[in-house]
């Protein structure tokens, strides 16, 4: 299976079963994320150089408009897409084997968590997987330490707060707060 097919394959929704050929190929290209983001996050790095390591991490050429602080941390890193003039702040984790695509002009604030991953319910079937996109849209800004969870579609123009946690999609334009995320009055 080539990559390409895996990542189609763990952004479709279908189960990843503990202990299965799939799920050791999850674990090998895990280990090349770790080898990335080690180097990301061991030194300092000018912008350029940044840049240049998140194309290797995603297997994307990343905008020269792209900005980040490291450290930054993700467990695949070839199912994340970033848009232009987008900002990831210090601390970030993108669990990325069901896709996160970031719009355009966003602003990730400290300690976001984006997930992609939930464990099967089940306690005899907890190591299965079931993976879910995250698709961020355009001009999105994102507070510190809020966590998203899979599946979430986030709209244009949105603000979450810091520290809420998002457990379902989020229209345009909307300002949300809290655990759950809820809309609040602007």
């Known amino acids: 299976m080539t990559e390409k097919e895996f990542l189609d394959y763990t952004s479709s929704g279908r189960v990843i079963v503990a202990g299965s050929e ?3 190929m999850m674990y090998v ?3 090349n994320a770790l080898r990335v983001t080690s180097e990301i996050n061991a030194a300092y790095h000018t912008p350029d150089e940044l840049r240049d390591l998140m194309s290797k991490l995603t297997g994307k050429c990343i905008d020269s408009s792209f900005g980040m602080f490291p450290p930054f941390y993700t467990d695949c890193g070839r199912n994340i897409t970033i848009g232009m003039r987008t900002f990831i702040n210090m601390g970030c ?3 990325d084997w069901g896709g996160i695509t970031v719009g355009d002009d966003c ?3 400290h300690n976001c968590t984006i997930c992609t ?3 099967d319910r089940n306690p005899d079937r907890r190591g299965d997987m079931k993976c879910s996109p995250v ?3 355009n001009k999105v800004w ?3 330490n809020v966590t998203i969870l899979p599946g979430v579609t986030i709209g244009d123009g949105v603000i979450i707060g810091a520290g809420a946690v998002v457990t379902r999609d989020i229209a345009p334009g909307v300002t949300v707060a809290g655990v759950p995320a809820k809309e609040i009055a602007q």
């Open 22 to 24: 799939l799920h050791e």
């Open 29 to 31: 290209m895990s280990q």
């Open 93 to 95: 984790t993108f669990q």
């Open 107 to 109: 602003l990730i604030g």
């Open 117 to 119: 991953v939930n464990h």
């Open 135 to 137: 698709v961020i849209g």
């Open 142 to 144: 994102i507070g510190a």
